[in-house]
């Protein structure tokens, strides 16, 4: 089963940078690591993905470990509104995602 | 980034009545649609993976007669519960991509709230 693990909460401060961590010990070479985050009573949102190269877009890093058994997702400057249950997870067979507990990301003021 | 829609967003019914739910992707062709539910303060649970013109695929454990599926053109998809009971209350998500290349986005529509008395 493609099993991610995360810490159940992190808080932050606004402003400031966050890193979300996720082991993923079980994935294969061609597996991709996704990021949602998904806000209360809404779909979740699209963040960020990759295999093997550490990856950023207009929203965030992906830091992905050499051995692509665990990942980091890093918001530079945390705002209010990134507050959300943050989601890593597996890629499997015919790009279907197994989501995890996932993490609770509070930001404080 | 893409646009899924869904429709309706909430509805009540009674128990033993059938409820369908549509998802739609607004901006692009989705061969392959996928179906979750969310149950309160739980992670999303994969229901099943609907492709354009064939049958749906279910995940372990879901009824696929209680979940009937249908993928009829390449910007709709529906999920109908039938025979609701109140233990099928749940959130309904639905996400879509253009088809099932590995690394694709997934993107996902606002869901729709069942509560079914």
């Known amino acids: 089963d493609a099993k991610t693990t995360q810490p159940n909460s992190m808080e932050s401060n606004e402003e400031e940078p966050v890193h979300l961590p996720c082991n993923h010990s079980?994935?294969?070479?061609?597996?991709?690591i996704h990021w949602y985050r998904q806000l209360p009573s809404q779909g979740p949102e699209y963040v960020i993905h990759g295999l093997t190269s550490n990856v950023n877009n207009r929203m965030a890093s992906l830091a992905i470990a050499e051995d692509r058994k665990s990942s980091t997702l890093i918001l530079h400057r945390a705002t209010l509104r990134d507050a959300a249950v943050y989601y890593c997870?597996?890629?499997?067979?015919?790009?279907?995602?197994?989501f995890g507990e996932g993490t609770q990301l509070t930001v404080n003021p | 980034g893409a646009v899924v829609s869904q429709h309706p967003s909430w509805v009540i019914c009674k128990s033993g009545t059938s409820v369908k739910i549509e998802c739609r992707s607004l901006?692009?062709?989705?061969?392959?649609m996928f179906w979750y539910r969310q149950f309160p303060k739980q992670s999303l649970m994969l229901m099943a993976t609907?492709?354009?013109?064939?049958?749906?695929?279910?995940e372990q454990g879901v009824e696929k007669d209680k979940f009937l599926i249908n993928h009829a053109s390449l910007t709709l998809s529906t999920l109908t519960v039938t025979s609701a009971h109140p233990e099928d209350s749940s959130f309904y998500i639905c996400s879509a991509i253009p088809g099932p290349i590995p690394g694709s986005t997934q993107y996902f529509g606002p869901g729709t709230r069942l509560l079914v008395l």
């Open positions: 901006d692009f062709q989705a061969t392959t």
């Open positions: 079980t994935i294969s070479g061609t597996d991709y």
């Open positions: 997870i597996q890629e499997t067979s015919g790009s279907r995602l197994t």
């Open positions: 609907s492709n354009e013109g064939s049958k749906a695929t279910y």
